[in-house]
């Protein structure tokens, strides 16, 4: 996992003085749009779809993301990087600490920002917290009311001008990340805010983020979905080895790192029932993610209170910033 303070320096610096005009036709547009809100208001969904595959890990479990993501959308006119946060909440230990760092770290330089809500149900605190932080931003911010599919009219009517009190907002739309309802508006909005610009990246790139590192965003997912209560929060994967072997297949070893030895059982399971099914669901994501057939290895160790230490969370490839 790797945390990324600043999404687009390093990659703006490293374009300075190339000429990158004949590489995009007159009025192209380019830049970075940053997902933005609480948990679980279907932020990863949202990129999956835009990007056309699948990126960032989804669940129902809050704190899901824990690092930014990035997925590129190429349009003939357009070359769009959307960039998926943490969700916006209050911090209880350095974990938490990272991820609101990390969501943070993105706002300064997004040329557009995309404020997810849930609209099915009314502002909750974080939504608020989401909202405030967002207020005095540089960059436009589209309110993109999520979940529009699950809400009769009337509700979808109330909950929107609720949503629609929490700031000022360029433009306000009601969408589906799962449907697709008004995707292809919000796109387009997008686009219209988006300044002229080079192509960022080489067409038919859809994400820079390391292949170990979507390896054990798909073991975590696995976990995610197998495991319930707060089991899934206390969960870090370190993909230890991959390599290729004859015959075209994937060798993976990784670790799953638990807080407590209470934990390590939940997740091996009677007689090492979970662990099977974590490694089989995990497997068959990672054989789709690669393309070819895999050899997964997972093993379970206990890192105490890792999500409190500043050393291990290094290790795990969360960097805190000093207060």
């Known amino acids: 996992m790797i945390g990324v303070s600043s999404m687009d320096e390093c990659l703006k610096s490293s374009l300075n003085g190339l000429d990158l005009s004949q590489d995009v036709p007159p009025g192209f547009k380019s830049g970075f749009v940053t997902l933005w809100g609480r948990p679980n208001v279907g932020k990863s969904a949202l990129l999956n779809l835009l990007v056309g595959e699948k990126v960032a890990i989804v669940s129902p479990k809050p704190q899901t993301t824990r ?46 920002i995309v404020f997810v809500v849930d609209v099915s149900i009314s502002p909750t ?19 993109a009311l999520n979940k529009r599919d699950l809400v009769k009219p009337d509700v979808l009517a109330e909950h929107s001008l609720q949503y629609a009190s929490l700031g000022e907002f360029e433009y306000i739309i009601d969408i589906s990340a799962t449907r697709g309802d008004n995707v292809g508006k919000l796109v387009e909005k997008i686009v219209e805010l988006l300044p002229e610009g080079p192509r960022y990246y080489p067409k038919g790139t859809i994400t820079e983020m390391p292949e170990k590192f979507m390896l054990a965003e798909l073991i975590r997912e696995s976990v995610l979905h197998n495991l ?5 929060h206390c969960i870090a994967v370190l993909v230890e080895r991959f390599e290729e072997r004859p015959g075209g297949k994937a060798y993976i070893a990784a670790t799953i790192h638990v807080e407590k030895e209470s934990q390590k059982k939940i997740v091996i399971g009677k007689g090492g029932t979970m662990i099977k099914r974590i490694g ?34 290094r290790r795990f490839g969360y960097y805190v910033k000093p207060r």
């Open 67 to 112: 690092n930014r993501i990035l997925g590129i959308v190429e349009l003939e006119t357009a070359q769009i990087i959307f960039v998926d946060t943490p969700g916006m909440h209050e911090p209880k230990h350095k974990l938490g600490t990272f991820l609101v760092d990390e969501a943070m770290a993105q706002l300064p330089d997004a040329d557009v």
């Open 280 to 313: 089989q669901d995990a497997r068959l994501s990672i054989e789709q993610y690669l393309g070819k057939p895999v050899f997964l290895e997972l093993w379970v160790k206990v890192t105490e209170d890792w999500r409190r230490d500043e050393q291990a969370l």
């Open 228 to 232: 319930h209560q707060e089991v899934p």
């Open 125 to 143: 605190p974080e939504d608020k917290l989401a909202a405030n932080k967002i207020k005095h931003s540089k960059a436009p911010v589209i309110l």
